[in-house]
Nanobody, 123 residues
């Protein structure tokens, strides 16, 4: 059983930054592909970024100029550095873990998800 726990969400003003963290896969972190998704109110879940254990990454075009995915293999943590935040970034942010296909499509039956951390961008 892979348990993922996100942290770092909160209220931030437009233009601000937040760093989300994801922890929990244990030794499986060394082999799993890890990723970030988000779900805004009333919208489907949206892929943001993914990274393999050796650093290969993919970031969604919608956020690639503002978001950075960071993987700390020794600490077995995944981060999402979010800069220049906008009100439309308000969402619940989830990390996931699995295969590349699963993490980037969000549809694999063996995919693991965290419980999410809420980000609100507002004055």
């Amino acid at each position: 059983q892979v348990k993922l726990v996100e942290s770092g969400g909160g209220l931030v003003q437009p233009g601000g930054s937040l760093r989300l963290a994801c922890a929990g896969p244990g030794v499986a972190f060394r082999t799993l592909v890890m990723g970030w998704w988000r779900q805004a109110p009333g919208k489907p879940r949206e892929f943001l970024a993914a990274m393999t254990s050796n650093g290969e990454e993919e970031i969604a075009d919608s956020v690639k100029d503002r978001f950075v995915i960071i993987r700390d293999n020794p600490e077995m943590k995944l981060y999402l550095q979010m800069n220049a935040l906008k009100p439309e970034d308000t969402a619940v942010y989830y990390c996931n873990a699995g295969t590349w296909s699963g993490v980037t499509t969000g549809t694999s039956p063996t995919l693991h998800w965290g419980q999410g951390t809420e980000v609100t961008v507002s004055l």
